[in-house]
């Protein structure tokens, strides 16, 4: 059985800044009570899940991508454990909700037989084995062309697919931060209903399409690391480009805890 949530579901939930990020401070437990009890044809809300590339994102380009994260999204939860162990240096208590845990939390424990998902990305032999898992679930798949973002028809297309499939969950599997950009725009566009999830590889987690890194290699932050030597020519620029510029910016925060004590 979930856990009750602290505030409705329908309520904006508070922020906590953290490196430059406004988090809503819940768990997994949290997220799920919320997310469960929101009713499925309550307007369309939904839930970005920042990592360490994404921090990094938020700070370089704050008027791009600060209004997706910070005002649209409905809930802005941690996925990060590196973000998450560089908080506590810092002095703040974030907890950690992961999109890859939510997503599977969801399927197992919230989701029933008769409700229907929406998928927007992701290969149709994941469609398959998602569909072979979980028969009972009514889904609807769409997956447009890569370069989403510069393909205004295509946008459009996804955009079409959301409202003409109403779903209580929205699983948008287009790359990051093409999935958070389009969540913003189902948002915007009016008359979508139920929550959005931006989950990048989670569903080929959940199929067995694509192996996960171990549990203990997640609790002790390093799945970033189980992922690069998985697909070196994919991640390496994610993991040392896109993501190692977070040490910089953690760096003042945790050296003026570390002053003050």
């Known amino acids: 059985m ?3 949530a602290t505030i409705p579901a329908t309520a904006a939930p508070p922020r906590r800044r953290v490196f430059g990020v406004d988090f809503s401070p819940f768990g ?6 919320l997310a469960g ?3 499925p044809a309550a307007p369309f809300a939904f839930i970005v899940t920042p990592n360490a590339q994404h921090v990094v994102l938020l700070n370089r380009a704050p008027a791009e991508w600060a209004p997706i994260y910070h005002r649209d999204s409905w809930l802005c939860t941690c996925d990060s454990q590196v973000v998450r162990r560089l908080a506590a240096l810092a002095g703040q208590d974030l907890p950690l909700c992961a999109g890859s845990d939510l997503t599977a939390a969801l399927f197992a424990r919230v989701l029933q037989p008769g409700d229907r998902i929406t998928v927007i990305g992701c290969e149709p032999e994941v469609i398959e084995r998602l569909r072979a898992r979980f028969p009972r679930l ?4 769409h997956n447009p ?3 989403l973002a510069a393909n205004p ?3 459009q297309a996804c955009l079409d697919f959301a ?3 109403p779903a209580r969950f929205t699983f948008l599997a287009t790359g990051s931060p093409q999935s958070e950009r389009l969540a913003a725009a189902i948002s915007a566009v009016g008359g979508a209903t139920g929550i959005g999830l931006c989950i990048g590889s989670s569903l080929h987690f959940i199929t067995g399409a694509r192996r996960r890194a171990p549990a203990w290699m997640r609790r002790a932050g390093l799945e970033w690391l189980h992922r690069l030597v998985q697909e070196p020519r994919r991640m390496w620029r994610r993991v040392f480009v896109e993501s190692l510029p977070l040490l ?3 760096a003042p925060d945790i050296a003026r805890r570390a002053w003050r004590r």
Do not use: D, K, N
């Open 153 to 155: 028809a295509a946008m």
């Open 138 to 141: 009514g889904i609807a798949h």
């Open 37 to 39: 009890s929101r009713e």
């Open 2 to 4: 979930l856990a009750t």
């Open 145 to 147: 062309p890569m370069g």
């Open 163 to 165: 409202l003409r499939h």
């Open 248 to 250: 910089a910016l953690a």
């Open 28 to 33: 997994l437990e949290e997220v799920l009570a």
